[in-house]
């Protein structure tokens, strides 16, 4: 029997600024500040993101008996997915954002879940093959 641990969202967060952290850098070192900017900005995006996700979760399953209050905050994660896109859309109008850095920001946090899943899933066989071998 195999089982699996899900991520938390404080790991793939901690995970994630870490990413950005070290691929702002070596933006810095190899392209230009520009691009590490752009970087962070974009790691910055969907961190805060994420961030809200998880608190918008919360309140909805905390108020899930709230009936007509519960459907409205539901209508909350769709207009918050508007306004971040509004948002993005705005920065590369009005700013002259390196794209190459921000798509390097925002992919981080794709890498943040995949390097979480993996250590989640290592630790679930880890914990497997301890019970396992342990003698009762």
Excluded: H
């Amino acid at each position: 029997m195999t089982s699996f641990n899900v991520p938390s969202l404080s790991k793939i967060q901690r995970t994630n600024m870490f990413l950005v952290a070290v691929l702002g850098t070596a933006l810095l070192i190899l392209r230009s500040p520009a691009a590490s900017l752009a970087c962070v900005l974009g790691g910055g995006i969907v961190i805060l993101n994420l961030f809200l996700l998880g608190l918008m979760g919360r309140l909805l399953l905390v108020g899930a008996v709230g009936g007509a209050s519960a459907a409205l905050r539901a209508t909350a994660i769709p207009f918050k997915l508007l306004l971040l896109v509004l948002l993005v859309y705005l920065v590369f109008t009005q700013t002259s954002v390196d794209p190459i850095g921000f798509s390097l920001g925002v992919l981080s946090q794709l890498v943040a879940v995949l390097i979480e899943t993996a250590l989640a899933g290592r630790r679930a066989r880890e914990c497997e093959t301890s019970v396992e071998g342990s003698t009762v």
